[in-house]
T-cell receptor, first 114, second 111 residues
Framework: DVKVTQSSRYLVKRTGEKVFLECVQDMDHENMFWYRQDPGLGLRLIYFSYDVKMKEKGDIPEGYSVSREKKERFSLILESASTNQTSMYLC?????????????FGPGTRLTVL | RKEVEQDPGPFNVPEGATVAFNCTYSNSASQSFFWYRQDCRKEPKLLMSVYSSGNEDGRFTAQLNRASQYISLLIRDSKLSDSATYLCVVNGAGNTGKLIFGQGTTLQVKP
């Protein structure tokens, strides 16, 4: 059974703080993703990675960076948190390659920036 | 225009009803299609993939119309436990597994 875990379920930070969101998957998946989910906007892709040390911008990368030093771990970094980054953050992974389909999601981190 | 569009609802139906959701997508080159289910304050989980020939899984039937670029999900004999948000999902370009999500349709099944 695939397991994707995220470091925190709930997080409260102050404007200007540096925030790290960690995601770990235990199924040796190549591809990992960070989304944010907001009411009325659905899931929007922030960044994704298809290999160690590789990263690609998604649809809304501004204000975020990522790190993938090991295959199982994909970190999302908010360099200087702002109130408009208050959201639900979801990490996902998929094995990669033609014919793959199911993305497995972590439980999400609900981040509030004050 | 959004790449994947759904009616957000909510759809309020009585137990036992049949309910259908539609979704349209803009990229005619899309190859893979899915319905995900998301319960309140939980992560999305795959409900079913959608194949060109249509597919059924118990009370759930998914259909794909490539010519019109829409996907549908039919739920028969609705249960209270079907209450959730249903996300229409389309695979993006390449084989990176990048998925494009609709904003979801909320279903509330009432006793």
């Amino acid at each position: 059974d695939v397991k994707v875990t995220q470091s925190s379920r709930y997080l409260v930070k102050r404007t200007g703080e540096k925030v790290f969101l960690e995601c770990v998957q235990d199924m040796d998946h190549e591809n990992m993703f960070w989304y944010r989910q907001d009411p009325g906007l659905g899931l929007r892709l922030i960044y994704f990675s298809y290999d160690v040390k590789m990263k690609e911008k998604g649809d809304i990368p501004e204000g975020y960076s990522v790190s993938r030093e090991k295959k199982e771990r994909f970190s999302l970094i908010l360099e200087s948190a702002s109130t408009n980054q208050t959201s639900m953050y979801l990490c996902a992974s998929i094995i990669g390659g033609v014919g793959t389909d199911t993305q497995y999601f972590g439980p999400g981190t609900r981040l509030t920036v004050l | 225009r959004k790449e994947v569009e759904q009616d957000p609802g909510p759809f309020n139906v009585p137990e036992g009803a049949t309910v259908a959701f539609n979704c349209t997508y803009s990229n005619s080159a899309s190859q893979s299609f899915f319905w995900y289910r998301q319960d309140c304050r939980k992560e999305p989980k795959l409900l079913m993939s959608v194949y060109s020939s249509g597919n059924e899984d118990g009370r759930f039937t998914a259909q794909l119309n490539r010519a019109s670029q829409y996907i549908s999900l039919l739920i028969r004999d609705s249960k209270l436990s079907d209450s959730a948000t249903y996300l229409c999902v389309v695979n993006g370009a390449g084989n990176t597994g990048k998925l494009i999500f609709g904003q979801g349709t909320t279903l509330q099944v009432k006793p």
